[in-house]
C-alpha cells in the first residue's frame, strides 16, 4: 500500500481537491469490491495550516503539517487558483512548500503535478531537462519563465524519472489515472474512468486549447504585427507583407517574432486561421468547403491537414463533437 500526500497550500484550486481525493478513495473502493488489495492510504497535508478554505464555501482539514516528520511515498501537487492571485505571489507565498517538495524528491519519493501545480517542480528546478505538462493556457507562460524544461503541451500526461505531470483542468485526472493503473491495475483505471465518464487513454489536450494570441511580451512592433494578422488573416497574407507593416527585414522580422511569441510568423497565421475555423464549426456552420474558404484556404485537403495536426480532430469530427445536439 502506498501512502499518499495530498498538499493544501493557500491558493489552491479547491475542486481539484476534492476530485483528486475522490478518485484515489474510489480506486480503493473499487480494488476491495474486487478482492484485490487496498492500493492507497490517502492524507491531507498542510502547508500554512491544518485547516483550508480556498475560493469555495468548503472546508479541507488536513491529518498532517509539512512541518511534522512523517514519512510518504507520493506527493500529488493539485493546481494553483491564478485567477485569484498572480502566479509569481503563489510561488513566492509557498517557498517553504518548494523546499520541502525538494526534500522529499531526493528521499525517493514520487512526485505528481496536476495542472497549474507544475509551476512548483518547474520554480523547485526538478524539472529541468524532463518533458513536463500543464494547463495548456499556462503553456507559454510557463516556457518563457523555464526555458530549460522540455514542455509538451499538447501531452495529458508525462512521466520522466519520479515525476508524473498532468494536463489542464479535469484532463489533469488521466494523469491521475494513469498512477492509479500503474499501483493498482487496468481494471480499476478502466472501471473508475467509465464511473466518473472520464475519457481514458486521452493523450492529447490539444482539443481543447484556445488560441488568443501569446501576448506575454514587450515588443510593440510585434504586437503591432499580431494585430495586423488577426485582423487581415482572412486574406492571403505573406510574412514579407507583414514584415512590411512594420517595417522591417523578414529575416529580422521572423527572429523578432519567434522570440516575443515562441511561434514563427507562419505557424502564428495558422493558429490564428484554425481557431477561426473551430468558432465557425462550433457555432453552426456544417459546410467545410464554406468554412475553409471563409479563412483564406482554397485547398480543402491542405485545410484538413492543418486542422488535425493543431487540434487532433478532423474538421468534421470536431464539428460533431461540438455542435449542439441537445434539440436533435
Not at 18 to 42: D, H, V, W, Y
Not at 290 to 312: C, E, M, P
Request: net charge neutral; aromatic share 10%.
Amino acid at each position: 500500500m502506498k501512502h499518499i500526500s495530498i498538499i493544501l497550500y493557500e491558493g489552491i484550486l479547491s475542486t481539484a481537491v476534492s476530485n483528486t481525493t475522490a478518485l484515489l478513495m474510489s480506486a480503493n473502493e473499487t480494488a476491495i469490491k474486487k478482492g484485490m488489495q487496498l492500493p492507497f492510504q490517502i492524507d491531507l497535508i498542510g502547508v500554512q495550516k491544518k485547516s483550508i478554505q480556498s475560493g469555495l464555501p468548503i472546508l479541507f482539514q488536513c491529518n498532517r503539517m509539512i512541518s511534522d516528520d512523517f514519512n510518504t511515498d507520493v506527493v500529488i501537487i493539485p493546481p494553483m487558483n491564478t485567477e485569484s492571485q498572480p502566479v509569481n505571489t503563489l510561488l513566492a507565498q509557498n517557498k517553504e512548500l518548494m523546499d520541502w517538495i525538494k526534500k522529499k524528491y531526493d528521499q525517493k519519493t514520487e512526485i505528481i503535478s496536476l495542472c497549474t501545480g507544475a509551476y512548483f517542480l518547474a520554480e523547485c528546478g526538478l524539472l529541468d531537462g524532463m518533458p513536463a505538462t500543464s494547463h495548456w493556457g499556462a503553456i507559454n507562460d510557463l516556457q518563457k519563465k523555464y526555458p530549460q524544461i522540455d514542455f509538451k503541451p499538447d501531452h495529458v500526461v508525462t512521466h520522466s524519472k519520479a515525476i508524473i505531470t498532468g494536463g489542464g483542468g479535469f484532463s489533469s485526472l488521466n494523469a491521475l489515472l494513469y498512477f492509479i493503473e500503474k499501483n493498482s491495475s487496468k481494471e480499476v483505471a478502466v472501471e473508475l474512468s467509465k464511473y466518473y465518464a472520464l475519457d481514458y487513454g486521452r493523450t492529447s489536450q490539444n482539443i481543447f486549447s484556445i488560441f488568443s494570441g501569446q501576448r506575454l511580451h514587450d515588443d510593440h512592433e510585434i504586437h503591432k504585427a499580431q494585430s495586423y494578422i488577426e485582423e487581415k488573416f482572412k486574406n492571403d497574407i505573406s510574412v514579407e507583407q507583414v514584415a512590411g507593416e512594420v517595417n522591417m527585414s523578414k529575416r529580422n522580422f521572423i527572429r523578432r517574432f519567434k522570440n516575443a511569441t515562441t511561434l514563427n510568423p507562419i505557424e502564428y497565421i495558422q493558429r490564428i486561421k484554425v481557431e477561426a475555423a473551430k468558432k465557425a464549426l462550433e457555432t453552426g456552420e456544417t459546410n467545410i468547403a464554406d468554412v475553409t474558404y471563409s479563412i483564406g484556404y482554397n485547398d480543402l485537403k491542405t485545410f484538413r491537414t492543418l486542422f488535425k495536426r493543431i487540434t487532433g480532430l478532423t474538421p468534421v469530427d470536431y464539428r460533431n463533437k461540438y455542435r449542439n445536439n441537445f434539440a436533435e
